[in-house]
């Protein structure tokens, strides 16, 4: 996180522990008005459509829960798309009925939006959704061209963005998409623990609401009746951790102010800066396909494990991930490994410093010979 979100967190923790939760809160109500108008500025809408949650993932299924699904109801998707969202969908089809279909992919990688949809045309789709990024990949999804056919379709579209919020420039009315998840962590550099969903008002004229509405989202307005709110804050809940929202806004502001378009491009060429020295080394595949990629970069490598690759690495000081096959079942199958080792690097990142990760990466496998 830069220094002034950090800061703001912790004279928002501060002021909770002189005064009280309650009495920080309305203290501080035009710094959280600011923070509802910044993350709606960094994508391209009001802040009416933005309400703040835990996590990309609670927004996700936020979102998920607001739509009437029938029995024979079909959710499109991908064969990309988060291991969380594709375990929400397998719920949702073993306890309502629904079918998952997940669209295929190019043979350059990334999915075929025309089968997309010629899919749409042949089934009863209530829902499409799509991630934007996925966890396990520097693949970038055509979500642009995908929500024009859902707008043409009429159908519901939701967007994952937890990888891409603070990596590309973002701009909901582009996207065309009803719903857009985020997490305010990852490149967008804010806090863990929060994130945001952007709820559009399509969605809110059709008077969608999450099934487990919250008081914050509704008035009980009768003894067996209640009203949901005018805008997106009928996804939210009542308690909030405020001093994380406060610093969501910081993170946007800040990521606003060295510019989203600079951002984007010094990220996507440290990453293919990876791609291109990894590429050298022979026990190493680079596993990233698709016309457009990002800053993510994914590989296995022969003869290593990616944790215990992972520990070394950051004993040096260099932090990566490791993934497994379930974070990515689909995708990890066809292209025949059982994880990747996973590196992200942010704008903040150094030449030099990617130039040493490689090296240590090499070094570290001449050590397993």
Wanted: glycine fraction near 8%; aromatic fraction near 6%.
């Amino acid at each position: 996180m830069p220094a002034p979100v950090v800061q703001t967190i912790q004279d928002h923790i501060l002021l909770e522990s002189r005064i009280g939760g309650y009495e920080a809160a309305d203290a501080r109500r035009d710094a959280m008005a600011a923070a509802y108008q910044s993350v709606a500025d960094l994508i391209g809408t009001r802040p009416r459509n933005i309400a703040f949650t835990e996590n990309a993932t609670a927004s996700f299924s936020l979102a998920l829960s607001s739509l009437p699904f029938a029995r024979g109801d079909v959710i499109l998707t991908t064969r990309n798309d988060y291991a969380s969202s594709q375990i929400q969908l397998l719920s949702l089809r073993a306890r309502l009925g629904v079918r998952i279909i997940r669209a295929p992919d190019r043979s350059a990688g990334g999915v075929d939006v025309q089968a997309m949809a010629e899919l749409i045309q042949r089934h009863r789709v209530r829902l499409v959704c799509v991630t934007q990024i996925p966890t396990n990949s520097g693949l970038v999804q055509d979500v642009q061209a995908i929500g024009s056919v859902c707008r043409d379709a009429e159908v519901t579209y939701l967007v994952d963005a937890c990888q891409s919020i603070g990596q590309l420039p973002l701009n909901v009315a582009e996207l065309g998409c009803d719903f857009l998840s985020a997490s305010a962590r990852k490149y967008l550099r804010g806090p863990r623990g929060v994130g945001f969903l952007y709820v559009s008002d399509r969605v809110l004229d059709q008077g969608l609401a999450p099934l487990f509405i919250d008081m914050r989202g509704a008035d009980w307005i009768g003894e067996d009746r209640y009203r949901a709110v005018a805008d997106a804050r009928r996804f939210e809940n009542w308690e909030f951790a405020w001093a994380l929202v406060l610093a969501t806004g910081e993170a946007a502001r800040y990521a606003m102010a060295v510019g989203m378009e600079a951002i984007s491009q010094r990220v996507t060429n440290l990453g293919q800066r990876v791609r291109e020295q990894l590429a050298s080394i022979d026990q190493v595949r680079v596993l990233d396909r698709g016309s457009q990629l990002c800053g993510i970069v994914s590989a296995t490598i022969e003869g290593s494990d990616p944790g215990e690759l992972v520990t070394a690495l950051r004993s040096r000081g260099i932090n990566t991930s490791a993934q497994t096959r379930e974070y990515a079942l689909l995708d990890y199958d066809d292209k025949r490994v059982t994880g990747a080792l996973r590196i992200s690097p942010h704008y903040y990142n150094t030449e030099e410093e990617i130039d040493q990760a490689v090296s240590a990466i090499r070094e570290l496998l001449q050590q397993q010979r």
